[in-house]
């Protein structure tokens, strides 16, 4: 078969203008196992961080087009990466790095594979679009206290000094 113009026989420019070899496969066989090892130190974490960080953001094309999501710019789902990789940069215990390291990995894994829903994407990718729309409960409609009670807040802060 000649194909002229399409790029190479495997890959070629698709609609939303990237290059490659076609949408993942949403099979059992294209399952990604994210690594689950632990460093040594904060050097080696910060190496797996790094990595996983650039695995994604070379993903985050095909996710678009997989949750056909064309409404959220791919630039905009790149911010929404880097800012929750952001959120833990003060962390200087690799134990606790290579924890929200491999947690961030099988999310990866599970959105890849098409494990999530739109739902679950959205809530991520544009957390301000998720606001509440609903009314507020009026508490003394349904007999509630209009205030909540203290007793929680008195009992978090000394639990031996509340008399029964």
Known sequence: MVRFGFGSMRGGRF??????????QKTPTNIMYPPTFTTRNLEESREEVLKLYRTISMWIPNLHVNYETFDTPIERM???VAEEFRKNKHINNHQIA???RIKAGIAFAEY??????????????RPEDQDNKLEKIDPEMYGMPKEPSKFLEKFM????????
């Open 98 to 100: 290579d924890k929200l």
């Open 112 to 125: 890849r594979v098409g494990a999530r829903t739109h739902v679950q994407f959205y809530n991520f990718f």
């Open 15 to 24: 609609k939303n203008g990237f290059y490659g070899l076609g949408r993942p």
């Open 157 to 164: 802060a000394q639990p031996d000094k509340i008399d029964v």
């Open 78 to 80: 790149k911010e929404r």
